[in-house]
């Protein structure tokens, strides 16, 4: 049960897309969405990562479409900075199920510093977050 409401497993296509071999129980859902979470929080002003980063960051590995789906139920007014993740290509992921979001998340990244080209395309080079990996992987500080 979340917030009195019961919810189960994910449904079969779900877990396929998801390369899951088992349901995925809400709780684990849960907490799998709060290292994205805590991940993406770290991202900052002016910087970028890309959905397959924040993934392997937060041990999710291949899992990019995961992230995706997480930033997606992030709330109007929440403190994760959601826009700053982008597709491995350097744009925004259109959507019509964003409802308008697509412009927003441009307009918020623009007010951050951050520029497009013509394209619509952010250069990874200038503007990809870099960070520290021995705070995300500690165990292999020394590679």
Partial sequence: MIGGMRIQS??????????LSV???????????????????????????????????ANLHGKARLVGYALYRVVDGSSIPWHRVINAQGKV??????????????????AEGVEFNHAGHINLRQYQWQPDLAQFFPDESRI
């Fill in 10 to 19: 994910l449904p079969h296509p779900i877990m396929i897309r998801l390369g």
């Fill in 23 to 57: 349901p995925l129980q809400p709780q684990h859902l849960m907490n799998t969405y709060s290292s994205i979470y805590a991940v993406v929080q770290q991202i900052p002003v002016g910087r970028v990562a890309t959905y397959g980063q924040i993934a392997t960051l």
């Fill in 93 to 110: 992921s259109e959507s019509p199920f964003r409802n308008g979001s697509d412009d927003l998340q441009r307009s918020l990244l623009e």
